[in-house]
């Protein structure tokens, strides 16, 4: 199949197809004009890769689940690793978050928000308070 079609059936666009192949994570065979040519295994590539770039897989983090996916010598627990790894980053994140919305609901709670030209938000960012 065309690059269109692999596209449409993985969920993903033309150009994204053509950035996997640029960095190698995909490499679709060619017909004799050059054209890239897609299979069935490709498109199955493609979403996994899309599913785990939907789950915040960095690039590096997609092609050694790939690796892994591809290796039938693999043992799951190398699996695991990576994705509680990620979970680990993304629990940081969600209490980085967390901390910030306290603080933007401070801020927020602090402001009139009328016609005046007093503003305890501002007056709070340039203070450091």
């Known amino acids: 199949m065309n690059i269109s079609q692999a596209a ?4 993903l666009s033309a150009k994204a197809l053509r950035y996997y ?5 995909l ?3 060619r017909s004799p004009n050059g054209y890239r040519e ?3 295994a490709d498109v199955e590539t493609l979403q996994f890769i ?4 939907s789950c ?7 092609r050694a689940l790939l690796e892994l996916h591809n290796n039938p010598a693999r043992h799951s627990h190398d699996a695991k690793v ?3 790894e990620k979970l680990q980053q993304v629990e940081r994140q969600l209490e980085v978050l967390k901390s910030m919305r306290k603080t933007l609901r401070g801020l927020a ?4 928000g009328d016609d005046s030209p007093e503003c305890a938000i501002l007056n709070q960012l340039a203070s450091g308070d």
């Open 8 to 11: 449409r059936q993985s969920g």
């Open 21 to 25: 192949e640029s960095i190698h994570l």
């Open 56 to 62: 915040g897989f960095s690039v590096d983090e997609v």
């Open 82 to 84: 990576l994705v509680e």
């Open 50 to 53: 899309q599913r785990a770039r």
């Open 27 to 29: 490499m679709p065979s």
């Open 109 to 112: 709670d602090s402001c009139a």
């Open 38 to 40: 897609y299979s069935r």
